[in-house]
């Protein structure tokens, strides 16, 4: 079975230090990986997404992914974390499913950033 | 772009009443996803729609829970009777072609009681 397995469940870093979540998958073919950022009681909001063009990816609020191949790897990270980035962060990948694509949720890593 | 759109945001209802959820995706989107999240949670997938046909329901509690997709467009997810464990909120997503990323709505919070 697919899978996706973010290896940490909750990170903590002061403000202006930097942030890395990270997230590896089963070796398939997918062509597209994802992270998606949801604060408190709000709906899932896409952060970056990479499609096979550049392995290193920018997305919003500073944030920036690589994928590494070899690593089956796509950690998350950001150079400098704020207040405001405090939320639950999920890695996504869409793997073939017959003739669709079925979306598998990592499990999530919930970020707390200090004063 | 409007982006998705549920209904209602939040549903109060007692155990063994029913209850149900809309969701309309982006305009053209053939994907169609229902996810439960139960608090601390990551989102389970219940049931994914391609147009009007189910694509993945493994995970759906067919015993209670139902869902369509009208005309490959509108959907909606019903939970009769609905038990304490259903408290959650349920997320509606829509994708479109190939391997693009799907879109979600702010979700519909219940609370059974």
């Known amino acids: 079975a697919q899978s996706v397995t973010q290896l940490d469940s909750h990170v903590s870093v002061s403000e202006g230090t930097p942030v890395l979540l990270r997230c590896n998958y089963s070796?398939?073919?997918?062509?597209?990986l994802f992270w998606y950022v949801q604060h408190p009681n709000k709906g899932l909001q896409l952060l970056l997404k990479?499609?096979?063009?550049?392995?290193l990816v920018k997305g919003i609020n500073g944030f920036e992914a690589e994928f590494k191949k070899s690593e089956t790897s796509f950690h998350l990270t950001k150079p400098s974390a704020h207040m405001s980035d405090a939320a639950e962060y999920f890695c996504v990948v869409p793997f073939p499913s017959g003739s669709a694509r079925q979306l598998t949720f990592g499990s999530g890593t919930q970020l707390t950033v200090l004063p | 772009e409007a982006g998705v759109a549920q209904s209602p945001r939040y549903k109060i209802i007692e155990k063994r009443q029913s209850v149900a959820f809309w969701c309309n995706p982006i305009?053209?989107?053939?994907?169609l996803y229902w996810y439960q999240q139960i608090l601390g949670q990551g989102p389970k997938l219940l049931i994914q729609?391609?147009?009007?046909?189910?694509?993945?329901d493994s995970q759906l509690p067919k015993d209670r829970f139902s869902a369509e997709r009208l005309k490959g467009v509108d959907s909606t997810l019903k939970i009769q009777p609905a038990k304490l464990e259903d408290s959650a909120v349920y997320l509606c997503?829509?994708?479109?072609?190939?391997?693009?990323?799907?879109?979600f709505g702010q979700g519909t919070r219940l609370t059974v009681v």
């Open positions: 070796s398939s073919y997918s062509p597209s």
């Open positions: 305009s053209g989107h053939a994907t």
């Open positions: 729609f391609q147009n009007n046909g189910v694509v993945d």
């Open positions: 990479y499609t096979s063009a550049a392995t």
């Open positions: 997503a829509s994708s479109g072609r190939g391997w693009s990323e799907a879109f």
